[in-house]
């Protein structure tokens, strides 16, 4: 799956969305914006609405570049990447601000965390800028969609496991194993679930998964 | 050198466009929301006051702002209608000194003059209800200082000083720990609370007894006069007993049980100073 992402052939659709899901995930096989990963998935919900905010930022990043790659002067690209991922952090910052504040009041000093994930830069200058406009769309969704399934799942653990109870609706009486709701705890979650994946991608390909997260971008 | 030259000139172009777009897209994104961001934080604000006192929307409300002015030395309260938007009102203004003697108190013709004529250290908002006349209640801005940051609140009150509820606005405590304090279930454990107690309310570590947990679980489902009106005997037993703290946020717990004695008396003494001059002639 992974061998389709660098200059080539054009990757198809489908290729690019299951391996932002599964072959590269940002979290459990690139090990990439771990920290914002502990920091926000004590519950589930709260997963989500980040899960969400970085896949809408994700795609329309990747968008952006890949549309004016050909002006973006490559001495400066890290730069410009970076306010491109700012300006459309910033609106979408807005926009949860100002059409629900519910749940902005929750993860909100988060949202705005968003501009420094590793992975979207990283999928900017790996992907988006070599890539032309509907492989990069792809690419983006991928990314997103495996980051928010990320959250969501670590979330679900530790929601679970921290308070007894899954978005917010309570199943056991007080709180099981407290670890998990703290920042420690977020890590070891993280490491189980990442043994897990690689355990479930060893039976379906029957392989051992090769580790390559540090020499990403 | 010369291709170097260029290159450079190149860079600064493309970045100077760059970041001009970028403001442009953000100015634009400003304009578009500001207006419903505010709105919806008056809106917030005026349903939790609401709410805190357990009143509908025929009520009136009176915000009240204090400033410390002239370099410490006077206090200065200002009044108008709560949700009116600034400079569209006149304000009430009433100054006092410290030791509590009234200066001046009138109504400003020139609300926008009144804003920006000289230099006012924001002190805290406070919010009087009234309902035909009578005082039905207050709301107290208060803050205290948490396990890592500012908590932020509202106290609502009975006429009578009681606690009729306490509202965590802000905070950066733990998620999971701190965070605690800012629910209802927390926050009940104040309920009906007279000025008198919480001058000697104390925080213990003790577990909290479990019919008082499940009883206080109820409160994020079901109203507070209903849940007050069902749990009254066991409401009486706890109001002796000191709050039970946050499980593993002793900290949390007690800060903000003493930012709210301390909110509470405060708001009681400037009370005695206020009250008569906003029942004069406005």
């Known amino acids: ?217 | 050198m010369n291709r170097d030259r260029s290159e450079v000139l190149r860079i600064a172009v493309t970045m100077t466009v760059v970041c001009a777009l970028a403001g442009a897209i953000l100015g634009a994104g400003f304009l578009v929301t500001h207006r419903y961001r505010e709105a919806s934080d008056r809106r917030a604000e005026r349903g939790a006051i609401l709410d805190l006192l357990q009143l509908d929307s025929s009520a009136t409300v009176l915000e009240i702002r204090q400033y410390l002015a002239e370099g410490g030395r006077q206090v200065v309260y200002r009044a108008a209608p709560l949700g009116a938007r600034a400079g569209t009102v006149p304000v009430r203004e009433i100054e006092f000194d410290l030791d509590g003697r009234r200066r001046n108190s009138g109504m400003s013709a020139d609300p926008a003059a009144a804003r920006t004529d000289r230099a006012l250290v924001p002190l805290g908002r406070m919010f009087a209800a009234t309902r035909a006349g009578a005082p039905a209640g207050f709301v107290v801005e208060g803050e205290t200082r948490g396990y890592k940051n500012k908590i932020r609140f509202f106290i609502g009150l009975t006429p009578d000083f009681e606690i009729a509820g306490v509202r965590v606005v802000e905070h950066e405590e733990d998620p999971g720990l701190g965070a605690e304090v800012a629910t209802r279930s927390f926050a009940g454990q104040y309920l009906g609370r007279t000025a008198d107690d919480l001058a000697t309310l104390s925080v213990t570590r003790d577990p909290m007894p479990e019919d008082w947990r499940a009883a206080l679980a109820t409160l994020a489902r079901i109203p507070v006069a209903r849940w007050r009106e069902r749990n009254a005997a066991l409401i009486e037993r706890e109001r002796a007993k000191p709050v039970y703290a946050v499980t593993g946020a002793t900290i949390s717990s007690r800060a903000l049980t003493d930012g709210v004695r301390e909110t509470v008396d405060h708001f009681r003494r400037r009370w005695e100073l206020l009250a008569p001059e906003l029942r004069g002639p406005s």
């Not at chain 1, 061998?3 to 459990?28: K, Q, S, W």
């Not at chain 1, 690689?198 to 971008?217: D, F, L, P, S, Y």
């Open chain 1, 1 to 217: 799956m992974s061998a389709a992402l660098h200059p080539g052939p054009a990757p198809r659709a489908r290729d690019l969305i299951l391996n932002g899901i599964f072959g590269e995930n940002p979290v459990f096989r690139l090990a990439l914006s771990l920290c914002p990963a502990v920091a926000v998935t004590t519950t589930v919900l709260n997963g989500v609405l980040l899960g969400v905010a970085v896949l809408l930022v994700q795609v329309l990043s990747s968008l952006t570049v890949t549309l004016t790659r050909r002006w973006i002067h490559p001495r400066v690209r890290i730069p410009i990447y970076t306010i491109i991922i700012a300006v459309w952090v910033s609106v979408i910052d807005m926009l949860l601000a100002a059409f629900t504040p519910a749940l902005y009041a929750q993860v909100g000093l988060y949202v705005k965390l968003i501009v420094a994930f590793a992975i979207i830069i990283s999928r900017l200058e790996v992907f988006a800028s070599r890539q032309p406009l509907v492989p990069s769309f792809f690419d983006g969704l991928g990314m997103g969609l495996g980051f928010l399934l990320a959250l969501v799942v670590i979330g679900a653990m530790r929601e679970l496991l921290g308070a007894g109870s899954l978005a917010g609706i309570p199943l056991a009486p007080g709180k099981p194993l407290l670890f998990f709701a703290l920042p420690a705890g977020g890590f070891f979650s993280i490491a189980l679930l990442m043994a897990l994946f690689n355990r479930i991608e060893r039976q379906v390909t029957g392989t051992r998964a090769k580790a390559k997260g540090g020499g990403h971008g």
